[in-house]
């Protein structure tokens, strides 16, 4: 806009926005063992969980598949009042029907005609028609980076037709036996636990199921973990990874939910 002094300068390229594959039809199912000796801050004892979700295109463009999930959880208690906890999530894709496949399509799609010859531009609209030519072919399963599997990546950092992550940690609890009083700028509540936690995680994902464990990547770090008395959990958690590091305010333990 010419008369907005706000705005200098020329526009070299447009990107479109980063991809977001939304499929309309969606059904999600769960089923959970659950063998520890708390629901909500288990000690001891082992929770599994298996989650279906089908996912239908909603036009004919776009993929159809099932995601099959499982998450083990082992809890084992250390020391007077801490615990040791292991987590194992495998992730798989199972195509059902494929989306469009033509590389070409897909580029023109994500605007590679609108970039006049820009080579950033291209190559962007090109990683995104490679991406969505990934989903289209062999589906996407749990996606690895965020609050809950590989802590210091962002959200969906890693994704792929199938996955396997691993996770171990440690949390030490410091409170005393009897609830304690908790005031603070943002809320007021009877705490339960204070905990501090150290943690070692590992994924890979994978377009093949073959592939899956050749490339792995890791984070590692530390968190404060309060338990209030009305059943909430806010966790501060600091992981570290090849990317640099990234800091985590969030409530409910890792692990207790699907990204």
């Known amino acids: 806009d010419e008369d907005d002094p706000t705005k200098q300068g020329d526009i070299v390229a447009e990107f479109d926005p980063g991809l977001e594959q939304t499929i309309s039809d969606k059904i999600e199912l769960s089923a959970r063992i659950d063998y520890t000796d708390d629901y909500k801050d288990p000690r001891k004892g ?8 089908r996912q239908t295109a909603s036009k004919e463009s776009e993929p159809s598949f099932d995601v099959i999930t499982n998450d083990l959880q082992i809890y ?27 590389l070409e399509v897909l580029k023109v799609q994500n605007g590679f005609n609108y970039c006049g010859g820009n080579s950033e531009c291209e190559q962007n609209a090109l990683n995104l028609a490679n991406t969505q030519l990934a989903i289209n072919s062999n589906g996407t399963s749990t ?59 590992q994924g890979s994902v994978s377009e093949e199921k073959s592939d899956l464990g050749k490339t792995v990547k890791a984070s590692y770090g530390t968190g404060f973990r309060l338990v209030n008395a009305s059943g909430n959990l806010y966790r501060a958690d600091f992981a570290a990874g090849d990317e640099g590091p990234a800091f985590t305010l969030i409530i409910q333990y890792p692990w207790a939910y699907r990204i």
């Not at 084992?76 to 033509?102: H, Q, R, W, Y």
């Not at 599997?149 to 609890?173: C, D, V």
């Not at 609830?179 to 705490?191: A, K, Y």
Request: hydrophobic share 40%; net charge negative; no cysteine.
């Open 76 to 102: 084992i208690p250390v020391l007077e009042k801490s615990t040791l906890v292991f987590d194992l999530t495998t992730s798989d894709a199972i195509m059902k029907k494929k989306g469009e496949t033509n």
């Open 143 to 201: 996606p690895l980076g965020g609050s809950d599997r590989l802590r210091s990546y962002p959200g969906g950092r890693y994704q792929g037709a199938h996955m396997i992550y691993f996770a171990t940690e440690l949390r030490w609890n410091f409170s005393s036996e009897a609830s304690e009083e908790f005031n603070s700028f943002f809320f007021q509540d009877l705490i339960d636990e204070l905990q501090v936690a150290l943690f070692l995680e």
């Open 46 to 53: 082992i929770r599994n969980i298996l989650y279906y979700d």
